[in-house]
T-cell receptor, first 115, second 114 residues
Framework: DAKTTQPTSMDCAEGRAANLPCNHS???????VYWYRQIHSQGPQYIIH???NNETNEMASLIITEDRKSSTLILPHATLRDTAVYYC????????????????FGQGTILTVHP | DGGITQSPKYLFRKEGQNVTLSCEQN?????MYWYRQDPGQGLRLIYY???????QKGDIAEGYSVSREKKESFPLTVTSAQKNPTAFYLC?????????????FGQGTRLTVV
């Protein structure tokens, strides 16, 4: 799986959008971009994933550049409860069944949302 | 409610003792996983199982053992051969279908060996 690079930490004001970047310059054509987050002392939580099109769900939006070498996770209106470590992960997927929970975690970005 | 249950939340053991961490899921997922997390670090894969009665080593399997006798359960034994067992252990599960690729994690067990 391709390696990802994320900033170590970021700050965001409550109510503002949080934009978390991820660089994955060696991503292959069949690798998806996943985002998980981990609130302190809890298990990680899935946020969103995508291949090449932008994706949006009730939690966040994922913007993937046209060359797929980087992406940005957007939390549109950050709250204090969004303070967590955010992990950007790329993984190969294919037909025939695969272990979707077999993930390679880096150190992630510590997002601190302040009042 | 469907989910993954890890127990206990905190566990203390003396050095040299084996200890088994419990992980149960009622999501009907075929695949289950064990991860280890050290302070300030990301998660590292210990073992995973794609189906009952089958499992594979992850990146840091030495000093650990698992079994998968039931679909719902994937216990992890930390043996005395594990040199640095104190850590936060996380269990996860996932369906093995392309239409459902989200992994679900438990709340973790914090193991302290003294």
């Amino acid at each position: 799986d391709a390696k990802t690079t994320q900033p170590t930490s970021m700050d965001c004001a409550e109510g503002r959008a949080a934009n978390l970047p991820c660089n994955h310059s060696t991503i292959s054509g069949n690798e998806y971009v996943y985002w998980y987050r981990q609130i302190h002392s809890q298990g990680p939580q899935y946020i969103i994933h995508g291949l090449k099109n932008n994706e949006t769900n009730e939690m966040a939006s994922l913007i993937i550049t046209e060359d797929r070498k980087s992406s940005t996770l957007i939390l549109p209106h950050a709250t204090l409860r969004d303070t967590a470590v955010y992990y950007c992960i790329v993984r190969v997927e294919g037909a025939g069944g695969t272990s979707y929970g077999k993930l390679t975690f880096g150190q992630g970005t510590i997002l601190t949302v302040h009042p | 409610d469907g989910g993954i249950t890890q127990s206990p939340k905190y566990l203390f053991r003396k050095e040299g003792q084996n200890v088994t961490l419990s992980c149960e899921q009622n999501l009907n997922h075929d695949a289950m996983y064990w991860y280890r997390q050290d302070p300030g670090q990301g998660l590292r894969l210990i073992y995973y199982s794609q189906i009952v009665n089958d499992f594979q080593k992850g990146d840091i399997a030495e000093g650990y053992s698992v079994s998968r006798e039931k679909k719902e359960s994937f216990p992890l034994t930390v043996t005395s051969a594990q040199k640095n067992p104190t850590a936060f252990y996380l269990c996860a599960s996932s369906a093995n279908v392309p239409s459902d690729t989200e992994a679900f994690f438990g709340q973790g067990t914090r193991l302290t060996v003294v």
